[in-house]
C-alpha cells in the first residue's frame, strides 16, 4: 500500500538534529508503517549557514531556511520538529500550532513552566498532533520496566532511586555559551542539569510510578565564572546548576531521590534507577543499556535473587523490529522508536506520549526543584 508522506521541517542541526535526522532516515526501514517521513527542510540561524549547508547536504535535506518563521509559513511543511536551544523552543512551537503544524519537540519542552503552560495549550487548541522526545522511554530495557510495573509484578511502589551523571564542565577553562555551550548558559538553556539530565529521570519516573507531589532540593554551580565561547576574553557568572539533588514525595505515597551532576569524574552519561516494590525490584543502568535487573520475591526460596534480562529478543519491546536475539542495539535507536510510535499513533488517530501536556508535568517538577534549592523548603510540584 502506497505510504503517506509527511514532509518534515526540522529547526536546528546540532547534536540532537543528527539524532532526528538519523531517525527519519532509518523509521520506515525497520518499522512497518503508513506514513513515509519525507526530508523537506531543515532550517538554522543565519551565523549557523556554514554548519547548515553540509548537514542539510549529508542527511539529505531537501532545503534550507534561515529564518524560522519563513519555514512555519511554508506550505509544503506538515510537521515542525524543533532541535535548536531551549530558548527557542517557546515561540517556535506556538506559532507552528497556529499555522496548523504537527509539532514535535526536544527535551526540556520549555524555559520554564509558564512557557511550558502556553505551549501545551497552543497545540491543544489548535488541535495538532505534538510530542517530547524523551527517548529514553523508548530504551527497550526501560520499556519492558514500564511493562513489568504495568503487569503489578513490583506490587505497590515504596521507592524510585534516579541518578544522572556526567563529567564534562569539570574544567574551568570550558566556555559557557555559543553554539556548542549554551547548555552552559542560562538565558539560552533555562536551567543546568536539572531541565538538562533531571527532566529526562523525572519523565521516566512519572511514566513508571505516577505524578509527583512535592520536592525538597540542593543545588551547586562549583565553577562561579567562566569565558564565553564567542568572545573568549568577556567573563560571565555562571548562573545554570552545575548540580542538583532532591528528595520528591509522589502522589501515590512514594518516596524518591533524583541526583544530578556534570562533576562525577568517569561518569560520562549515567542515567540510572531503582524502583522497589512489595513484590519485586527492577534496576537499570545506561551503562548497560540492553539489561535489566530484575528482582521477584515469589521466586522459590532457594533460587531467588536478583536476575539479568538481556534485552534483546524479538518477544521484548520493539527488538523484533532489529536483529537477531543477543544482538544489540544502542541511542540512536531510541530517537527510532520514538518517531516509530508517534507515526504509529498519526495512523491510528491517537496522540503519542509524552505529549507536551506530559512535558509540562516534568518542566512543573523540575520548577519546584529549583525554587526548593532557593527557598531551602519542600515545595509542592504546581498543576
Ligand atoms: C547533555 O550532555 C546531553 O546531550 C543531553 O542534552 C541529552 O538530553 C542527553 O541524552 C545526553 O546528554
Known sequence: MAKKKLNIGLMGCGFMGRTHSNAYCKVGKFFDL??????????????????????????????????????????????????????????????????????????????????????????????????????????????????????????????????YLQDWTISADVPQGGQTLWRLDAAVAGSGVTGDLLAHSIDTAIWLIGGVDKVTAMTETFIKERATQDDPSVRKPVLIDDACAFLAKFKNGALATFESTRYARGRKNQNTFEVNGEKGSVCFDLEDPHQLQYYDHSDDAHVVGWRTILVTDSHHPYMKQWWVPGCTIGYEHTFVHALADFLKGLETGTFTTPTF?????????????????????????EG
Open 34 to 163: 503508513g506514513y513515509e517521513p519525507v526530508l523537506k527542510a531543515a532550517c538554522a540561524r543565519i551565523e549557523d549557514k556554514d554548519k547548515l549547508e553540509p548537514f542539510a547536504e549529508n542527511w539529505g535535506w531537501q532545503s534550507t531556511e534561515t529564518d524560522w518563521r519563513k519555514m512555519v509559513e511554508r506550505d509544503d511543511i506538515d510537521v515542525i520538529d524543533i532541535v535548536a536551544p531551549n530558548n527557542t523552543h517557546h515561540d517556535i512551537a506556538i506559532a507552528a500550532a497556529k499555522a496548523g503544524k504537527i509539532v514535535l519537540c526536544e527535551k526540556p519542552l520549555a524555559m520554564n513552566s509558564a512557557q511550558g503552560l502556553e505551549m501545551a495549550e497552543a497545540v491543544e487548541a489548535a488541535g495538532v498532533a505534538n510530542m517530547i522526545w524523551f527517548n529514553y522511554r523508548r530504551v527497550p530495557a526501560i520499556t519492558l520496566a514500564k511493562q513489568l510495573i504495568d503487569e503489578g509484578r513490583l506490587g505497590r511502589i515504596f521507592h524510585y532511586r534516579a541518578k
Open 357 to 381: 501536556r506530559e512535558g509540562l508535568e516534568t518542566q512543573r517538577v523540575c520548577d519546584a526543584a529549583l525554587k526548593s534549592a532557593k527557598t531551602e523548603a519542600w515545595e509542592k510540584v
